[in-house]
Nanobody, 121 residues
């Protein structure tokens, strides 16, 4: 079955960096578009970044220039490099994928295990 396991979250000071990983299994990873999403306490789910099967990327305005999404098809893993972190980046981060990029964009997907990112001094 489809499995997505997020890791790499933690507590970091403002201005710091973290790299999140999402290990995928149970589907043909290289054919899927992948995305990172987040949900802050008391707020809705937002799309953070997406990457197509061909490697094209897209970012929320709030993270452009600070976050980078990448994929390693040999490892069935998608990453989110987060630099210059701000307190407002505090959230639970989730990854998800879809065979169709349009479907991935249609609905923000905050479900599964997730990984907590806390940015605080």
């Amino acid at each position: 079955q489809v499995q997505l396991v997020e890791s790499g979250g933690g507590l970091v000071q403002p201005g710091g960096s973290l790299r999140l990983s999402c290990a995928a299994s149970g589907f043909t990873f290289s054919s899927y578009a992948m995305g990172w999403y987040r949900q802050a306490p008391g707020k809705g789910c937002d799309t953070v970044a997406t990457i197509t099967s061909g490697g094209s990327t897209n970012y929320a305005n709030s993270v452009k220039g600070r976050f980078t999404i990448a994929r390693d098809n040999a490892k069935n893993t998608v990453y989110l490099q987060m630099n210059s972190l701000k307190p407002e980046d505090t959230a639970v981060y989730y990854c998800n994928g879809d065979q169709y990029y349009s479907a991935l964009l249609a609905v923000a997907r905050c479900w599964g295990q997730g990984t907590q990112v806390t940015v605080s001094s």
